[in-house]
């Protein structure tokens, strides 16, 4: 097991202790999960490296009788990490709505006021009103790209950008979300 920067902190025990879990638990743990979950499999590693750090974390080798209480106990906490994962889900779905973007939808002349149109035509309106590094930022991170090359383009420092990207994001979700509220009102008030 490689260990990123963020493990460089931990203990030379811990790591072996992580490493040991590893090895044992990862795999099966991933197989389960991809097998009876329908997530994808870095989401599905991503829930198993919380399960195997929680595991390190709140236990030691002496605290169970056998093995088989050791197995059955980190299976538990790998289902509450799953649940968690599929309840955050839920909620950010409920609490943002998915603009589908597809060709010429907001150019086109008809149908502006339908509400198909509106959520893209909001999105757009608020990606307008954002500087041209914001914009930039916002679409080349969304491109998986490294902080590190976007830096270039923005012209910010690197170790920031993180930062502006996960504030833009959310801003920029709740500007659309309560424009489109505030549509949503403003149209049941005139149908009334």
């Given at each position: 097991?490689?260990?990123?920067?963020?493990?460089?902190?931990?203990?030379?025990?811990?790591k072996?202790?992580?490493?040991?879990?590893?090895?044992?638990?990862?795999?099966?743990?991933?197989?389960?999960?991809?097998?009876?979950?329908?997530?994808?499999?870095?989401?599905?590693?991503a829930?198993?490296?919380?399960t195997?750090?929680?595991i390190?974390?709140?236990t030691?080798?002496?605290?169970?009788?056998?093995?088989?209480?050791?197995?059955?106990?980190?299976?538990?906490?790998?289902?509450?990490f799953?649940?968690?994962?599929?309840?955050?889900?839920?909620s950010?779905?409920?609490?943002?709505?998915?603009?589908?973007?597809?060709?010429n939808?907001?150019?086109?002349?008809q149908?502006?006021?339908?509400p198909?149109?509106?959520?893209?035509?909001?999105l757009?309106?608020?990606l307008?009103?954002?500087?041209?590094?914001?914009?930039?930022?916002?679409?080349?991170?969304?491109?998986d790209?490294p902080?590190?090359k976007?830096?270039?383009?923005?012209?910010?420092?690197?170790?920031?950008l993180?930062v502006?990207?996960?504030?833009?994001?959310k801003q920029?979700?709740?500007?659309v979300?309560?424009?489109?509220q505030?549509?949503?009102?403003?149209q049941?008030?005139?149908r009334?």
């Amino acid at each position: 097991m490689n260990f990123t920067k963020r493990e460089h902190h931990l203990s030379d025990n811990t790591k072996k202790s992580l490493t040991v879990l590893y090895e044992k638990y990862a795999q099966k743990l991933l197989g389960y999960t991809c097998k009876n979950y329908s997530i994808d499999k870095d989401d599905a590693l991503a829930v198993v490296y919380k399960t195997l750090y929680k595991i390190v974390e709140v236990t030691n080798d002496s605290m169970f009788e056998n093995e088989q209480k050791r197995s059955a106990f980190i299976f538990k906490t790998h289902i509450h990490f799953l649940r968690n994962f599929f309840r955050d889900a839920r909620s950010f779905e409920k609490n943002n709505q998915e603009v589908a973007l597809t060709e010429n939808i907001a150019n086109s002349e008809q149908d502006t006021d339908s509400p198909l149109n509106m959520p893209l035509i909001i999105l757009q309106q608020e990606l307008e009103k954002l500087e041209d590094w914001q914009r930039i930022l916002l679409l080349m991170r969304g491109q998986d790209m490294p902080y590190s090359k976007i830096a270039a383009f923005v012209n910010k420092p690197e170790d920031q950008l993180k930062v502006y990207y996960a504030r833009l994001k959310k801003q920029l979700a709740e500007n659309v979300n309560a424009a489109l509220q505030q549509l949503k009102t403003t149209q049941n008030v005139n149908r009334s």
